[in-house]
């Protein structure tokens, strides 16, 4: 087959359009941009590895070392409270704007998307007034089912609310225990082969709910039936 002197043109004009119709939009979500990848990989095998907190992928979430059932060390996903992020550099779910990557990367240093501009409307034409029809009587509305709640997930059985934390059973070694103040809470934590409650402190903005087993915004906070 001869190709013409005159194709050669038309050949790039084609390739410069097919790559214009397929370069890809970017996110527009600050979390997409939130990259764990660069984390360490998680582990339960040593002392500190046990005390760590480990991030995954998705930074709504972070994996901690829990013992099993036949007693070593089982990587236990847990989650943030919502509009927060982990950050393994903090040890601690944030809100976005102080949550910093294991690369050092920081929102301010994340990319971001500029704002589409809103198309400019077209001048809608006037309509022409229409004969007004008889009205229609509308026909009464079905009700509109409740949807259903969510479970919440409750404490961990035989685990009173408030009181002195314990760490001698298995269920209240992976629960997590009232503190006097909802800014914090107590986990069980492996101190000199013994099982010891550590003070853990809440992100910011949020309270600890022993009903929900996770710190939460103030407004779904349930107050303790304590007496400290």
Not at 91 to 97: A, D, L, P, R, S
Not at 195 to 207: F, N, R, S, V, Y
């Amino acid at each position: 087959m001869i190709r013409k002197a005159g194709d050669g043109w038309k050949l790039v004009v084609v390739l410069l359009a097919v790559a214009g119709c397929c370069a890809a939009a970017p996110a527009d979500s600050l979390s997409l941009f939130a990259d764990n990848s660069q984390c360490p990989e998680p582990r339960c095998v040593t002392y500190e590895e046990i005390n760590t907190l480990w991030a995954i992928l998705d930074p709504e979430y972070f994996l901690q070392c829990r013992p099993d059932e036949t007693g070593g060390w089982s990587l236990q996903q847990m989650p943030c409270a919502p509009a927060t992020l982990f950050s393994f550099f903090h040890q601690v779910c944030v809100h976005i704007e102080d949550w910093e990557g294991c690369d050092g990367s920081t929102p301010s240093t994340l990319p971001t998307t500029a704002p589409t501009p809103e198309p400019t409307p077209e001048p809608t034409p006037e309509p022409t007034p229409e004969p007004t029809p008889e009205p229609t009587p509308e026909p009464t509305p079905e009700p509109t089912p409740e949807p259903t709640p969510e479970p919440t997930p409750e404490p961990t059985p035989g685990a009173e609310e408030c009181g002195v934390p314990l760490c001698d059973t298995y269920e209240h070694i992976n629960t997590l225990w009232t503190h006097p103040s909802p800014l914090y809470f107590y986990q069980c934590r492996p101190i000199n082969y013994t099982w010891e409650p550590i003070e853990m402190p809440c992100a910011p903005a949020t309270l600890f709910s022993f009903r929900h087993q996770v710190c939460v915004h103030p407004e779904d906070y349930e107050e303790p039936n304590c007496d400290y």
